[in-house]
Each structure stands twice: as C-alpha cells, then as structure tokens.
Nanobody, 111 residues
C-alpha cells in the first residue's frame, strides 16, 4: 500500500505564489512518472504537469511559464511551484504517483 500526503495549498491573491508538495510512503520499489492534476468546480479533472523519472517535464498550455514541477527521488516527493497565479487557477490540486492519488489540496486565488 502507498500513501500520498499533500501540503501547501491555501488562499492567495492574484499574482502571488504557492508551492505544493506531495510525499509518497509505503510499499514503494520504484517510481516512474509523477504528476499534478487539478479539478475546478463543475469541471473535469485535468493534467497540470508531469515529470518523468529522468526529469523530463510536460505542462498544460494554461500554466506554461508560470508553474514548475520538480521531484526529489530520494524522498519520493513531487513539488509544484506556482507563480503569477490567476483566479482561473482556483481548484483542488491532486498529485498522482504510481497509480495512487493524493487527498487533494485546495488552491484559491482571489482577484
């Protein structure tokens, strides 16, 4: 069994920054890709960014140039640095690691 614990969400004004973290623990032998998704009210869950075990990254067009995904393999942790936040970034953010989902953390951006 694998557990994911997210942290770092909150309320921020437009233009501000937040950093999300997601740490995996439990029966982990190896981790490939890691990812962050988000789901806004009334909308489908969407991919925000992902990162391979080798460090290659991929971003949704809506966050390119503002968000940065990174990982610490020694700590089985993935991060999402979010800068220049916009009200439309408001959503519950979920991490995804080896088929498991985090509990979700609320990010609210006020205008």
């Amino acid at each position: 069994q694998v557990q994911l614990v997210e942290s770092g969400g909150g309320l921020v004004q437009a233009g501000g920054s937040l950093r999300l973290s997601c740490a995996a623990s439990g029966s982990i032998f190896s981790i490939g890709a890691m990812a962050w998704y988000r789901q806004a009210p009334g909308k489908r869950r969407e991919l925000v960014a992902d990162i391979t075990s080798g460090g290659s990254t991929n971003y949704a067009d809506s966050v390119k140039g503002r968000f940065t995904i990174s990982r610490d393999n020694a700590k089985n942790t993935v991060f999402l640095q979010m800068n220049s936040l916009k009200p439309e970034d408001t959503a519950v953010y979920y991490c995804w690691i080896i088929g498991y989902w985090g509990q979700g953390t609320q990010v609210t951006v006020s205008s």
